[in-house]
């Protein structure tokens, strides 16, 4: 199967190419009537003038069909990326699940070590100071953990919605 290269506009080069209806290349004319001087179409390579029917009545015009292949080319870039970002999206679920369950474990531990300090009896300070130094380095992991999770989240809103501004 061959391919035709379209010169569109100076510098443009399309490479197209156009099957029809009956799967066979269609080959490229270049109308001469009165209301299309000049225009280059595609039509059926079995379509013959001289017969009042003919196997397959396919025909396009040239411009139209170039600018068919263009959003064609546009979407296949598109559906590409959307596939890598897919990849990357489910890494990223994979690393919040691991912050999720990390977060998790720090309000279990935050949890359990407040209910132990409100069940200790803690007159004399020196013996509660340690527990509340452990939970308040267990509130500094958990802010810390909370940031990046809530960071990793909003970059990917961002990005859908740079992608979705592209794609308008």
């Known amino acids: 199967m061959s391919s035709r290269r379209i010169r569109q506009h100076p510098g443009e080069n399309v490479t197209i190419l156009v099957k029809c209806k009956c799967g066979y290349l269609a080959i490229n004319?270049?109308?001469?009537?009165?209301?299309?001087?000049?225009?280059?179409?595609?039509?059926?390579?079995?379509?013959?003038?001289?017969?009042?029917?003919?196997p397959?009545?396919?025909?396009?015009?040239?411009?139209?069909?170039?600018?068919?292949?263009?959003?064609?080319?546009?979407y296949k870039v598109?559906?590409?990326g959307l596939k890598m970002d897919n990849t990357r999206f489910r890494e990223e679920n994979f690393s919040l699940s691991k912050w999720n369950n990390e977060l998790q474990?720090?309000?279990?531990?935050?949890?359990?070590?407040?209910?132990?300090?409100?069940?200790?009896?803690?007159t004399?300070?020196?013996l509660c100071t340690p527990m509340k130094e452990e939970l308040d380095m267990i509130r500094a992991r958990l802010g810390f953990v909370e940031s990046v999770v809530l960071g990793l989240m909003l970059q990917r809103v961002?990005?859908?919605?740079?992608?979705?501004?592209?794609?308008?």
């Open 105 to 122: 474990e720090l309000l279990a531990q935050l949890l359990v070590g407040n209910l132990q300090l409100e069940n200790k009896n803690c």
């Open 124 to 126: 004399e300070q020196d």
């Open 158 to 168: 961002i990005h859908v919605h740079l992608q979705l501004q592209s794609f308008v």
């Open 56 to 74: 397959c009545d396919f025909f396009v015009w040239q411009d139209i069909q170039v600018a068919i292949e263009k959003k064609k080319q546009k």
């Open 29 to 54: 004319r270049t109308s001469h009537t009165p209301g299309n001087p000049n225009r280059k179409f595609f039509r059926c390579r079995k379509w013959n003038p001289k017969q009042s029917e003919n």
């Open 78 to 80: 598109l559906i590409s």
